[in-house]
């Protein structure tokens, strides 16, 4: 089931808590010793940051497949990191990446040493609305892995429990066969360990068919899902070699694809899979080009949330920090979220320096 650990940080107690979270993430990876002191630190050193420049703010910790879908990954799991925060944000990305380099308004100490540790790293902040940072621990150090990208997409996504929940009713997972990419999203009803079974269920029927197309899927998890409490599942399906896009959904789960500067909804039919399924699922074909990007939502996102800063442009920025900055932007001490929420996110993978 999705264990996810949330750990506000807004008293220098909680770094430790933060810590003590970063290590048992990693033992459920069974990452060796020295990951294991890596996620430590990394999590220590975000921690710490937030609080000293942003006033607080907090951690989620995940269990996250590589970010560029392989062959045999299933069983691979890394440690994701993200620190989230409504803070002053910071002006000058590159400099506040140098080693030493510190202000009392921006993120610094530590980022560099958080990025050359990490097996993916990524960053986004805007000034006056706060900052995500992103580092994804593996079971090999950097510069030994851990895969180069085998299809031109990357997936990525962020999964919070309602009030620090232990479980999140909600799973996201990305699975490859052949030329195709398929990217789903579950929200098993409620929450908690139920709703975690039911999305659970959903995610492990995907990667036993995943070479099906998106309604095939549904159907599948239909009757995978019966003796479990049902959920809501949007799949998103895209031929690399062809340039489209399948997309299949079932309940209260969101999808919008960007294509340039315009967005479109991709809309799902009423029901729960595992208990009442359409007898006819439509299937959505639309076409992926270089600029496009997919995002996925469960229903503890607003439904008519706004696609903020990390969302535009070309599409360079990690997806796991595309879908935290969503629920970032989406959500506040005021407006808390209401329902354990999950984004997950699908763009193109950015161009390789080497070539």
Known sequence: MPRVWEVPVHDSTRVRDVRVAARD????????????????????????????????????????????????????????????????????????????????????????????????????????RGTVVMARIGSTPPGTGPYPPPVPVRAGGVNVPLAGGEFSGDAWTCVRTADRVTLMLADGLGHGPQAARASSAAAHALHQAAHLPPADLLRRMHTALRDTRGAAVAVAQLDVTAGQLYFAGVGNAGARLRRQDTWHGLVSRPGIVGAHLPTHLHQHQEPWTPDSLLVLHSDGLPSRWSPGPATGGPPLLDPAVVAASIVRDASSSARPVRDDTAVAVLSPSPPDPSS
């Open 25 to 128: 993430a990693a033992g459920r990876a069974r990452l060796p010793g020295e990951r294991v002191a890596a996620a430590e630190l990394v999590a220590t050193e975000l921690a710490t940051n937030l609080l000293k420049h942003a006033g607080g703010g907090r951690v989620l910790l995940d269990l996250v497949g590589p970010p560029a879908p392989a062959y045999g990954d299933d069983d691979l799991r890394l440690v994701q990191i993200l620190a989230v925060d409504h803070g002053p944000g910071i002006a000058d990305v590159e400099t506040a990446l140098r080693d030493g380099f510190t202000t009392a308004h921006s993120l610094g100490a530590g980022l560099g040493t958080c990025r050359r540790t990490a097996d993916g790293f990524g960053l986004h902040s805007v000034p006056g």
